[in-house]
């Protein structure tokens, strides 16, 4: 087999994918990931082939924005950016692998967002097993519901619910990524499309994947039938060389620290970091802070408080107390493997949705989008600490991961039954 593996996002959202291709090339498979070139090292440190798509500066512009972090215009920054810079180059790698009598049998996996995937899926008749990171990429009426950063009572009605998602389609998502869409189908000779391509177009006919667990996010009955869920396919393949040394001994020399991260493509994070150093005074608690971008931390961090560029989770978290993050669903697997409460401050994306999936299993809490600051980061903090309901909901959570079938074992052999 072939497998292309398109894929964009943060680091979080790369993971996965370098798990599975890690598997898959270990069973014999051709694998290559399909993505920004500003990952083309860790694509190389995970010892798979990598075909460039789109330009460094596709992904500087897009995690530069401050609206990418806006839960309603995010998605734009994101489709005007980096997505549809992709749809082309996607399309045309897959067609190119597809002509090639040297490939053999070419198989694709991609998350929604990826729609070269998608029509080649429809044009060159390519199996398409679509990945879902998060269960906010399918669309559902269903409780517990989340649209953008509002949580949907229990009590609104189903009608009001489905109008809703039709309003979002014909006012917001589909004048986003119509004419570029049309060109390009235009250019295969496929037909108008008439169906909502976030409803029901972009996930693969035949074949879907949830890449975390029914026990996280159990289906709701209207979702797609073609898609089975899988579990967290953690990647920890960034953890060969361990801990830096400055960490290693900042670990050793002290208490347990609190760990903070606004996500590894975070640019705007200065109040988020600024409140870090502010709760781990007042709670005298050490922290650890982990960034590349430095101009987002105050200036001078107390002796207690540790900055570092980056971490592996799978070695930095089970030598933490707890994790303050963004609501990454990779940085979520991570913590509830660790067994960590979790404090999360989400700002746009899957993270809203996250977030309510985390209190739901009782890990965590959450501050909703805090446009001015982050003062109840301490006593968020001071209460998720102090419940023992939390801590024992954590550790039942981590049991269930750590003894949970092998995901990534389920994925390939879901991936090997389309060839």
Known sequence: ???????????????????IGRAMQARGHEVEVMTNPVFANMVAQAGLAIYPVGVQQHYIDAFNSRKLWHPIDGLGVLWRRMARHAIEPVYRR???????????????????????????????????LTAYSAATMLRSCQNPLTMAHWRVPSWVPMPVRAAAWLALDRFKLEPMVAADIG??????????????????????PTAGVTLFPDWFAPAPRDWPQQITQAGFPIYDGDGVAGLNSELSQFLDDGDTPIVFTAGSAMGHGHAFFRAAVLSCTALRRRGVLLTSNVAQLPADLPPTVHHSAYAPFGLLLPRALALVHHGGIGTCAQALRAGLPQLVTPMGFDQFDNAMRLELLGVGLSLQRPDTGLDG??????????????????????????????????ICDLLESMQ
Do not use: Y
Request: with cysteine; net charge positive; charged share 15%.
């Open 1 to 19: 087999m072939k497998l292309m593996l398109p894929t964009l996002g943060s680091a979080g959202d790369i993971h996965p994918f370098l798990a």
């Open 94 to 128: 897959i067609a190119q692998q597809v002509a090639s009598p040297a490939a053999g049998v070419c198989v694709v996996m991609a998350p929604p967002l990826m729609f070269g995937a998608r029509l080649a899926n429809e044009k060159l008749k390519v199996p398409l």
């Open 377 to 410: 980061m301490t006593e968020a903090l001071r209460a998720l600490l102090s419940s023992p309901e939390i801590d024992r909901a954590c550790q039942q959570v981590a049991l269930k991961v750590q003894t949970q079938r092998e995901p990534v074992g389920d």
């Open 183 to 204: 060109r390009v189908r235009q250019s295969l000779d496929l037909p108008v499309l008439n169906a909502s391509v976030f409803g029901h177009w972009m996930h693969s």
